[in-house]
């Protein structure tokens, strides 16, 4: 066995691309580990943090939570509570605590949202910590000492914050220290009394925090207060408060890792047909020691070991190299963070044993499985000579077989495929992505039949531009189809998933601007300079200056919430029934449908209604946070693609059931007559003291949604392109190897008169044939998913399929330049060769 | 036929040959024709220090255009090494190489490598073609190179002279090993190179193959006028050239022309192999 092994180990030099591949598809594991813990710790001490002050937390029950949200959606609490709780034996102290909407404005009128997220204004708790200055009085206001600093405030300033209702100016009173708070990257904290008055309601406060007595248990002292509360109020420990925040956070960002699992999937994936391939190239380099070994009575097992050995070295190697690249990766992205605005609390990225276990597991067992084919072939040499049998051009009956085999997969997988695409929707994705898959992998196994001629194709061109060196790439690259098939197909997936990605990109601009070009009659379209939902949004004050406002003929508001069916989370949008129609045209039955919707009614999209066999008239169970279940008469029915949510109410049923009042949206027709400048002026004028207000035409209003579109989809591009550099890295691999072997073959070359710089074009034309044979049949891939994922995305608002055939060209052309790229290292180590060496060498 | 019209100007030329192995052979013409090539001085060391191998030296030689020469030589003898040198494979450590008037010594690796595809042709032992050309495309091989195309005649010459008209479209794989050997012959000499250098062309062939190769190579010195250079440890093979140096130790140790088979073994005795 050792000299199995010492065989292996001879090879070190040929498989540390490998290594990198697997370092690279393994950095993506640990990556995605590595942030999901740090996030996951940052909300956990953040919640920790604001727990820290208090035992208990009164507040009024809520049958529902709704995720990702700093704003309070429960009931509010009657302060009379305060004095009831206070004369509970064991209760320490008692407070108010009121949080709701509070935007900063700096010396310029600007409002203070940095990097577009939220600001929280809250009430003063014993738990905050000042740098400077005192505890909020009335007409004072206390700010975070990173925000001071950031926008030159000082002790004594007068500030600017708007509210739902008008904006206040205050004078900093003092500077908070920052707790570790990772939803709010601004604070404004206000004395009690105030903090009611612009964030709350008279008389009511979000919740009552109570501190116990020494030597008094959270616990006791919970049952205490629980016997006496009205029915509709709870104690909770802070504990338990905490536990929720940072698990409703958790919740809101949990599709991350599963994203990004899935791309380290894809680079799996791509990383697999690189190993797969070294190891079947190193196999039959090795064909003659592995058949001497064989006549020298090595068994079957001892032969597959000596090629699983090999493989779980370079797994491990390359997974420990991944394990510290991911690490560095994860440091990267929250230094990224961090410029972003996105402070995370607590330790800097959160390492743990799981990460690095996991990690490499995952890498050694796909380079093993990825090598298993190989080494099951290193047992098939013929014990004398066997070397024809392993050079790659598989005889004909295996060709049937591939044929066979690959059509059926294929055609499964295409089945598969259409079947979700033209089901409709509700069809499992799961199935959906099985049936892509089956798809990529019976066409990976059809390349090798269609590489031959297809490379001869691809390299004309070449042939054409480079003369003789490009043709004896090109014959190269067609003189072992099925490595020059898995190497492309590396490739081929790489750039299939992104081209897939920039269709539906393109489609999804296309019908942005499509449905303002169909249906948006307002003139303009008012939104939050921040992020919408969760704590920005257009104040409710400024639909009310703006109905009072000449210029403007009609307001109408779109407001967006959550709500529990089933324990799920869905969405819902609040519209006004009488104007929204006027804003946005739909189609006349769903616009009859919206005239008849009222305060106790829900309209349902068409498909889910069936889904759940409702009909008009029917009762919808919807849960609220802070109203708890209530039955919705189904109004009607609407189909419209440009609606981004399947259930909507009116402004009514929307302010009885729900806390925080800012708008989505905020749509404005003008007077008649008025020009689009003027009623521009007007409005702005109208505004002037809520510079959180956007205010967009048409034009800006598609290219916001242009924008959201690549805010989304160029991080997900970006991680692709690591299984693209992978991909390509294997290019590098394969043409490295195959040089090796034809070492005679080159010295031969430069013999007879083979200039240095035409063998490295040679060297070079043959990857960019592979190159351009995996980008191109990866474009092919891309019209088809994109076509079939848009299809499927028609009734989430994606109605129009567009193909950004330049896109998608310059994509393949990159690739086949990248690739050409990759083939220069491995060719100026070619041209290197002595030439009497070379010769004279036994491969 | 050709046979017959054994074109020995250059070989004649030589009218006396010195018995003192390391002196130049004499022309007694006034005006002395360039020959393909020649080596004087010769020396190639391996190594340094105690291990320093003297792989030839001090080698003089000339080879006359229009002549088919073997060299001969126990292993070791420095046979393979002063073939590689004199075609520009290979440096010497001390001394010069000649192709017609060109110095290698002076030349560039790129210079080199022009004269290699424009001026030298090769046939190896083994390994001549490459695996994914046809025979054609192995032929035009340094032509294409070049960047030239074959001149038509002078191609379908030789193709017809090696016999290989009905192969053409064949990769190597299809060829047996004495027609793979004819086609590297052939494109040694499509490109009308100055001299043909040889390593053991009949190594790998059996009998009847090696025969053939070497009465086309023949065929190429007396009809078309080419020069050969052949290393070869193989008397018979030998005894095709006008001429045997024979090699011992890196030194030329004798001459023998118009050879025949059974003079060779019997030199090769006195050599110790």
Not at chain 1, 577 to 587: F, I, K, R, Y
Request: net charge neutral.
């Amino acid at each position: 066995m050792r000299r199995l092994v010492r065989g292996a180990l001879a090879h070190t030099t040929r498989l540390i691309g490998t290594a990198l591949a697997v370092a690279l598809a393994v950095t993506l594991v640990s990556g995605t580990f590595i942030l999901t813990d740090t996030i996951d710790g940052a909300f956990h001490k953040a919640s920790a943090d604001t727990a820290e002050s208090s035992d208990l937390v009164i507040r009024s029950t809520a049958l529902f939570a709704a995720q990702g949200t700093s704003l309070p959606e429960r009931e509010p609490v009657p302060e009379s509570l305060v004095s009831q709780i206070a004369a509970i034996p064991g209760v320490k102290a008692v407070w108010t605590a009121i949080q709701g909407y509070a935007e900063l404005v700096d010396k310029q009128g600007n409002a203070i949202a940095p990097k577009g997220l939220p600001t929280v204004g809250g009430s003063w708790a014993p738990s905050d910590s000042l740098v400077a200055g005192k505890a909020p009085s009335p007409g004072e206001v206390a700010i975070d000492i990173d925000t001071a600093r950031q926008y030159g405030l000082q002790l004594g300033d007068k500030i600017k914050v708007l509210f739902s209702g008008d904006s206040q100016e205050f004078t900093i009173g003092g500077l908070l220290r920052k707790a570790g708070d990772v939803i709010a990257s601004t604070k404004a904290i206000f004395d009690a009394a105030t903090a009611q008055k612009v964030l709350g309601a008279a008389g009511q406060v979000d919740a009552i925090p109570v501190q116990a007595e020494a030597g008094t248990s959270p616990q006791a002292l919970r049952s205490r207060i629980n016997a006496v509360l009205p029915a509709r109020y709870e104690a909770v420990t802070s504990a338990q408060v905490a536990k929720e925040a940072a698990e409703s956070w958790t919740k809101a960002v949990g599709f991350l890792p599963t994203a990004l699992m899935l791309f380290a999937a894809v680079a799996l994936l791509v990383g697999a047909f690189i190993i797969c391939n070294t190891f079947s190239i190193l196999v039959s380099q090795r064909a003659r020691e592995l058949a001497l070994l064989q006549a020298l009575g090595a068994g079957r097992a001892q032969l597959i070991g000596s090629v699983l050995f090999e493989a779980v070295a370079v797994g491990l190697v390359g997974s420990a190299a991944g394990v510290l690249l991911g690490a560095g990766a994860a440091r990267g992205l929250l230094v990224a963070f961090h410029h972003l605005g996105f402070e995370l609390p607590g330790p800097a990225a959160a390492f743990h044993l799981r990460t690095a276990v996991v990690s490499v597991a995952v890498g050694v067992v796909v380079t093993v499985l990825a090598a298993f084919p190989a080494a099951l072939r290193a047992t098939r040499v013929a014990p004398i000579g066997g070397l024809g049998a392993l050079d790659g051009s598989a005889g004909r009956g295996s060709a049937r077989r591939r044929l066979v085999v690959g059509l059926a997969t294929t055609g499964a997988g295409l089945a598969l495929v259409l079947d979700g695409v033209l089901g409709g929707p509700g069809r499992a994705v799961v199935v959906v992505a099985v049936g892509a898959a089956a798809l990529l992998v019976g066409l990976a196994a059809l390349i090798p039949l269609v590489a031959r001629p297809a490379a001869r194709m691809i390299g004309a061109p070449l042939v054409r531009v480079f003369g003789q060196p490009a043709f004896l790439g090109r014959e190269n690259a067609m003189r072992s189809p099925r490595r020059t098939a898995s190497t492309a197909a590396a490739l081929m997936i790489g750039i299939g998933l992104i081209g897939v990605v920039s269709v539906l990109a393109a489609s999804m601009k296309a019908s942005a601007t499509q449905t303002v070009d169909d249906s948006l009659r307002a003139d303009f379209v008012l939104t939050s300079t921040g992020v919408a939902g969760a704590a920005g949004g257009v104040p409710p004050a400024v639909v009310d200056r703006l109905s009072h406002t000449p210029a403007v003929a009609r307001v109408s508001q779109i407001l967006g919430g959550q709500w529990g069916q089933d324990g799920r989370t869905q969405t819902l949008l609040a519209v006004d029934p009488a104007a929204v129609t006027t804003m946005h045209q739909v189609d006349p039955a769903s616009e009859a449908a919206v005239r008849r919707l009222d305060d106790a009614g829900v309209l349902v999209r068409d498909t889910t209604a069936e889904r759940y066999g409702w009909k008009v008239g029917d009762k919808v169970p919807m849960t609220f946070a802070r109203t708890g279940t209530r039955q919705m008469r189904l109004e009607g029915t609407f189909a419209s693609n440009a609606v981004r949510t399947d259930y909507i109410i009116s402004l009514g049923a929307y302010a009885a059931n729900y806390a925080q009042q800012l708008a989505l949206e905020v749509d404005v027709t003008l007077a008649p007559g008025l020009a689009p400048a003027d009623g521009r002026a007007a409005i702005t004028a109208a505004l002037a003291d809520y510079p959180v207000v956007k205010i967009m035409d048409h034009t800006e209003v598609v290219r916001a949604q242009e924008q959201q579109v690549d805010r989304l989809l160029v991080p997900v591009t970006a991680l692709l392109a690591l299984s693209v550099a992978i991909a390509l890295l294997g290019i590098a691999n394969t043409i490295a190897l195959s040089i090796h072997e034809r070492t005679r073959e080159l010295g031969l070359l430069r013999a007879i008169g083979m200039a240095r710089k035409q063998l490295r074009s040679m060297i070079r034309s043959e990857a960019a044939i592979i190159a351009c044979l995996g980008a191109s049949l990866g474009v092919g891939i891309a019209l088809f998913f994109g076509w079939a994922l848009v299809s499927s995305m028609r009734h989430v608002g994606v109605t129009e399929l567009v193909f950004p055939y330049t896109q998608l060209l310059g994509l393949a052309a990159l690739a086949t330049a990248a690739g050409m790229v990759a083939g220069m290292l491995p060719a100026r180590r070619a041209a290197s060769l002595a030439v009497l060496d070379a010769i004279s060498s036994d491969k | 036929m050709a046979m017959m019209m054994r074109s020995r100007s250059a070989a004649l030329a030589v009218a006396d040959i010195d018995v003192d192995s390391t002196s130049v052979p004499t022309y007694p013409h006034l005006v002395r024709p360039v020959p393909a090539a020649r080596a004087a001085h010769a020396v190639k060391v391996y190594g340094s220090g105690e291990t320093a191998v003297r792989a030839l030296d001090g080698v003089d030689l000339e080879f006359a255009r229009g002549g088919f020469t073997a060299i001969m030589g126990p292993s070791g003898s420095g046979k393979s090494t002063l073939l590689h040198c004199l075609a520009g494979l290979d440096t010497l450590t001390s001394g010069t190489i000649h192709i017609g008037d060109t110095a290698l010594g002076t030349l560039r690796e790129r210079q080199l490598t022009r004269l290699r595809r424009d001026r030298i042709g090769f046939i190896f032992q083994a390994f001549n073609l490459l695996p994914t050309l046809t025979a054609a495309e192995n032929i035009t091989l340094p032509l294409a190179l070049a960047g030239r195309r074959p001149d038509q005649g002078w191609y379908d010459k030789v193709v017809d002279v090696v016999g290989l008209r009905d192969r053409l479209n064949h990769r190597p794989s299809e060829l047996s090993g004495g027609q793979q050997q004819r086609v590297a012959a052939a494109r040694a000499l499509v490109s009308q190179p100055e001299i043909i250098f040889a390593d053991e062309p009949t190594g790998n062939l059996d009998s009847k193959a090696g025969g053939e190769l070497l009465a086309f190579m023949r065929r190429a010195v007396d009809a078309f006028d080419q020069t050969i250079v052949m290393v070869t440890h193989d008397p018979v093979a030998a005894s095709y050239a006008d001429r045997i140096v024979f090699l011992a130790d890196g030194r030329v140790v004798d001459e023998m022309l118009d050879p025949t088979a059974e003079r060779a073994i019997d030199h090769m005795k006195l050599l110790g192999e």
